[in-house]
């Protein structure tokens, strides 16, 4: 049963960080559409105070996932460590393999698929009762001390990012970020309380 139980969630954890990385390479990064969450607060650290992203990240990513930790325990730190390590080789592999999909020449189509994309691949990974990064492991920690759902913590934390992102990016560049956030806000909500509304699963990690 374990075992059973083990396989299931680890097929989410890879298949949402297969979702993902597709997402974020076709969608994101082709269309230069602006993230939220960590990514958007590495970015903006480095524009405003010239902080190398690579030595931030560690020290963010780190602390909200040592944060996870305390929280939920030694099972969800793993699983967080194999969801973030397979979204890493997958994003790779796309980045090798090329675009995937023919160009999108709507801007608001992409941004669409963005959200989705997103929505899709952290819903499976946090309905694992993982956390693709920080940021996911500071949202399931949110929203199991409050009475947030947990697409509205993402929601506004990616907001609070993108509205201080305003100090290097146009209000045009954000725009199209808030719908992608907006979308994939409600999608995490939908997957991670689907069929599960009494019993959320950060009560099984």
């Known amino acids: 049963m374990a075992r059973r139980r083990f396989l299931q969630s680890l097929g989410k954890i890879l298949l949402g960080s297969f979702i993902l990385a597709f997402g974020f390479y076709n969608f994101y990064y082709l269309n230069n559409i602006t993230e939220g969450g960590v990514l958007g607060l590495l970015l903006l650290l480095k524009n405003v105070f010239d902080i190398e992203p690579s030595i931030a990240n560690i020290i963010i990513d780190g602390?909200?996932?040592?944060?996870?930790?305390?929280?939920?325990?030694?099972?969800?730190?793993?699983y967080s460590v194999i969801a973030s390590v397979s979204f890493s080789f997958l994003y790779e592999c796309f980045e090798y393999i090329g675009p995937i999909i023919p160009q999108i020449h709507s801007m608001l189509l992409a941004t669409i698929l963005a959200g989705?994309?997103?929505?899709?691949?952290?819903?499976?990974?946090v309905k694992a009762g993982a956390a693709a990064g920080g940021d996911d492991a500071l949202a399931l920690?949110?929203?199991?001390?409050t009475s947030l759902n947990i697409g509205i913590v993402y929601l506004l934390g990616d907001v609070a990012v993108l509205i201080l992102s305003l100090t290097y990016l146009s209000l045009f560049d954000i725009f199209y970020s808030l719908i992608a956030v907006t979308i994939s806000g409600k999608i995490i909500d939908l997957i991670y309380y689907h069929n599960n509304n009494s019993q959320k699963i950060t009560e099984n990690i």
């Open 116 to 125: 989705i994309s997103v929505g899709l691949g952290v819903g499976l990974i």
């Open 141 to 145: 920690v949110i929203a199991k001390t």
């Open 63 to 78: 602390a909200l996932l040592l944060i996870g930790y305390k929280f939920f325990g030694k099972k969800f730190f793993i």
